[in-house]
């Protein structure tokens, strides 16, 4: 059974980082596209960033330049370094595997991680 398993969240500054991590079981990284996603209060989860099994990525508008997407395929996992946060990057962090723009159809999601970024 697939199951994602996200950790890194916490509480943050605004301009700070912080690194997302997920660790994938059930499939291998290597072979999948990979990507993270985010849902804020009261909003539909977004795609937010996603990484190709030959290593293209791509980002939202709303995160290219400050966020970076990568994957270690020893550890079987996905990261997420955010950087230069903001205050509307305020969300449960999510990543999953697949078409990343089909969320809807996605069965598997982990519990997430909760990113607040606050002063």
């Known amino acids: 059974q697939v199951q994602f398993a996200e950790s890194g969240g916490g509480l943050v500054q605004p301009g700070g980082s912080l690194r997302l991590s997920c660790a994938a079981s059930g499939l291998d990284v290597r072979t999948e596209v990979m990507g993270w996603y985010r849902q804020a209060p009261g909003k539909q989860r977004e795609l937010v960033a996603y990484i190709m099994p030959l290593g293209a990525t791509s980002y939202s508008d709303s995160v290219k330049g400050r966020f970076t997407i990568s994957r270690d395929n020893a550890e079987n996992t996905v990261s997420l370094q955010m950087n230069s946060l903001k205050h509307e990057d305020t969300a449960v962090y999510y990543c999953?595997?697949?078409?990343?723009?089909?969320?809807?159809?996605?069965?598997?999601w982990g519990q997430g991680t909760q990113v607040t970024v606050s002063s």
């Open positions: 999953n595997s697949g078409s990343p723009y089909n969320i809807a159809a996605k069965a598997y």
